[in-house]
């Protein structure tokens, strides 16, 4: 996410628009936060908020009593709309990039796991997020591609996560829904009849499987009992001809299981549609237990060609996520996927003469310090 830090004037609480760099209908100006107006000031007072780059006339706004946020910062990253929050202390985040194809509906910081390597702190006692989700979605464009619903974990929202996908399916009609999710609460048949009764008609449930057993599996996401619910949910989300893709994140504790895992999705899930194989991302819980994690990155290649080529043998649908390409052998190649979100997303200083940096997913900016010693440009 793009934060940035300013000055406001008139502002007594947070308030979340859609930018515009022009004069917009009446209809929507108490939802847009206008950029830079070209405007008489006298109509600077009928948008939600006035976004200024001029010093000079953001005093004239405080005068004025306009609402208004300075921001002394190159705004050229800011697009005609983006939906962007801005608090009465001056910071201003984007939470919706209109050029982004990675923008997500944060949906909780609440969890019923806990896993090993999560990247996403916990927050247990957080309020909900919902009223402000489905302001957000409301704004957003109606011809983005697809948006991601995450957290923590979304189901712990229960019913208000059915608002926020009906929300994207009356408003958003044309984007496809990627819901991250544990699936654990899908083990649960009436939920998932439940959810599957909403009918959206782009939603893929990405899940993830961290082992063939509960043992393993129970151990990476330290929860007992969640390997036996997350395979049930998974069951139960086939059931009813939901799409579901299956990700495993590699690292110490998976990577020699890849095949095994492999074997039990294949063997127990054949209609999943997608499996990722997927690469670490050193945040969060990942960086705490980072030295329990890590795997230097040649000794999964065997492991990652054996599982993935399994899959592929018998027709499944399988990538590898978040891995750069000249970490993988070039059998792999053809499987690896540009994954990593844009605001996430860097290249180390000798990619810049790699002759197959347009195809590579980079790594992420988390691990480029790390990872950067390991690259080889091609
Ligand atoms: S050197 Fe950089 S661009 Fe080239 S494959 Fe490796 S990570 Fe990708």
């Not at 939470?95 to 990675?102: A, E, F, K, N, V």
């Not at 086939?238 to 492999?262: C, D, P, S």
Request: charged share 20%; with cysteine; glycine share 6%.
């Amino acid at each position: 996410m793009i934060s940035s830090q300013g000055i406001t004037a008139n502002i007594e609480s947070s308030l979340i628009g859609r930018l515009s760099f022009s004069a917009v209908p009446s209809n929507q100006k108490a939802k847009t936060i206008i950029v830079n107006p070209i405007l008489r000031k006298s109509e600077w007072k009928s948008y939600q908020s006035v976004l200024l780059s001029n010093r000079g006339d953001f005093d004239k706004s405080r005068d004025m009593g306009v609402s208004a946020i300075y921001l002394d910062a190159d705004i050229s990253a800011l697009s005609e709309g983006d939906i962007v929050e801005i608090q009465p202390d001056g910071r201003l985040s984007v939470l919706y990039q209109i050029t982004s194809r990675h923008n997500v509906i944060f949906a909780t910081s609440k969890c019923n796991s806990n896993c090993i390597m999560c990247p996403q702190p916990v927050d247990n006692s957080e309020g909900s997020l919902t009223d402000r989700n489905l302001e957000i979605i409301s704004l957003m464009d109606k011809c983005t591609d697809e948006i991601a619903i995450t957290g923590g974990e979304p189901t712990i929202i229960g019913k208000d996560l059915f608002r926020l996908i009906l929300a994207c399916k009356k408003l958003l009609p044309s984007t496809s829904l990627l819901l991250l999710s544990n699936a654990r609460k899908f083990s649960d048949f009436e939920y998932t009849h439940f959810f599957s009764s909403l009918q959206h008609p782009n939603l893929i449930l990405g899940t993830s499987l961290y082992g063939d057993n509960d043992t393993e599996h129970d151990r990476i996401v330290g929860s007992d009992g969640a390997f036996h619910e997350t395979v049930k949910g998974i069951l139960n989300l086939g059931t009813f001809r939901n799409r579901v893709e299956i990700r495993t994140v590699i690292h110490k504790y998976t990577y020699q299981r890849l095949t095994r895992i492999a074997e039990f999705i294949y063997r127990n899930m054949t209609f999943v549609s997608h499996i990722a194989f997927m690469g670490l991302e050193i945040m969060g819980a990942a960086k705490q237990n980072l030295e329990s994690l890590w795997v230097e990155p040649t000794d999964i290649r065997t492991d990652l060609e054996n599982a993935v080529h399994y899959l592929n043998q018998r027709d499944m649908n399988v990538s590898i996520y978040n891995i750069p390409l000249c970490l993988l052998p070039h059998t792999l190649w053809k499987y690896a996927r540009q994954s990593i979100s844009d605001w996430k997303n860097s290249f180390a200083l000798s990619c810049h003469s790699c002759s197959v940096k347009g195809n590579c997913s980079g790594l992420f900016n988390s691990g480029l310090e790390l990872y950067s010693a390991y690259l080889k440009p091609i």
